[in-house]
């Protein structure tokens, strides 16, 4: 039950970070093409590569999440290889395992660096909250737009989020409470079988 419920989950999540992932990849592509045409003709815009280099690094975290759900993220694969095979499902639980504990402490310590009870407690007056908690986190903007950064830090909490249900999802399969599809993450489903 639980199981299922994860992966419904991690499957709104996928959803959710391959369109994503799509807009980032565009924007970057447009934000790169259009400083480069335009600096042809003496004309640079310097917000349009900041923004190329926040979609970059937006992008990084939501393709590592769609990596890990897939199970094509990068491997150290030494000790698979001197395992004999049949304990190989048995270290893939353990990673998941790993990587769900990692994803549980990320979201702990987003939890901390946004801090939002210590924002409603200070009634959402940001200044208040600040001096209270020495935390800027809310204010600090970017160096060329002037944009508030916590916009761009909010792909921190939903990335914790995402590889926690991803790799506890990962892990039920492990365990054998659920068949692991052919591509679970989707993204192979316009290729030519």
């Not at 590569?49 to 690094?57: I, T």
Request: aromatic share 14%; hydrophobic share 60%.
């Amino acid at each position: 039950m639980i199981a299922r419920f994860l992966c419904k989950i991690s499957f709104t999540f996928n959803m959710i970070e391959r369109f994503l992932l799509q807009v980032l990849i565009a924007s970057i592509a447009f934000f790169v093409l259009m400083n480069v045409l335009l600096r042809m003709i003496g004309i640079t815009i310097a917000w349009a590569d900041e923004m190329a280099v926040y979609a970059m690094v937006l992008s990084g975290f939501v393709g590592a999440s769609l990596m890990l759900r897939a199970r094509i993220d990068p491997a150290v694969l030494l000790l698979q290889e001197v395992l004999p095979k049949h304990l190989h499902h048995v270290l893939r639980a353990i990673v998941s395992g790993i990587s769900a504990s990692f994803g549980l402490v990320l979201c702990y310590l987003c939890w901390l660096w946004f801090n939002p009870a210590a924002l409603v407690a200070a009634g959402f007056d940001v200044a208040a909250f600040e001096a209270a908690t020495f935390n800027f986190v809310y204010t600090n903007v970017t160096p060329i737009m002037g944009v508030p950064t916590f916009f761009f830090f909010l792909i921190l909490p939903f990335f914790a989020v995402a590889i926690t249900v991803h790799a506890l999802t990962n892990l039920c399969e492990d365990l054998g409470l659920l068949d692991r599809g052919q591509d679970p993450a989707g993204l192979f489903k316009d290729e030519v079988q």
